[in-house]
């Protein structure tokens, strides 16, 4: 049985390996690359950013990719409340009557459809929508 140390190579001959083994066209890879701060830039920049309330007044801000469904939204909600054992319900409005429903809906044609307007209409901040959560 071989020692899981001896397996293990040191980060010089890590990086040499894999110079020797990348071979790409350097036009597409390896001149544009972005660091990290640049990568989650971008990744804020085309999010969609999302406060979600709950009934206590406590505020929490998302951010999910243009692609995201509702029932990411809901996922997102569920693994940060993760530890309350409650059914976890989100809401367009504040008196909680206009339900979001969990579906495959993505999230950008959900606000269209129903004419949800920004939560923070000024142009200082990015736009963030704003939902509402009840456990029950």
């Not at 606000?111 to 901040?125: F, L, R």
Request: proline share 2%; net charge neutral; aromatic share 12%.
């Amino acid at each position: 049985m071989e020692n899981i140390i001896d397996n293990q190579k040191s980060d010089n001959q890590k990086s040499e390996n894999q110079n020797k083994e990348h071979s790409c066209n350097k036009k597409h890879c390896c001149v544009n690359k972005l660091s990290i701060n640049e990568m989650s830039n971008i990744y804020l920049i085309n999010s969609l950013s999302v406060v979600i309330e709950k009934g206590c007044g406590y505020e929490f801000l998302i951010y999910l990719n243009e692609y995201s469904t509702l029932i990411d939204l809901y996922r997102y909600v569920e693994q940060f409340y993760s530890h309350c054992n409650e059914n976890k319900v989100i809401y367009v409005d504040h008196g909680r009557m206009e339900l979001i429903p969990r579906s495959e809906e993505k999230i950008k044609d959900f606000i269209y459809k129903n004419k949800i307007k920004p939560h923070n209409p000024s142009t200082e901040y990015k736009i963030n929508y704003k939902f509402y959560l009840s456990f029950i």
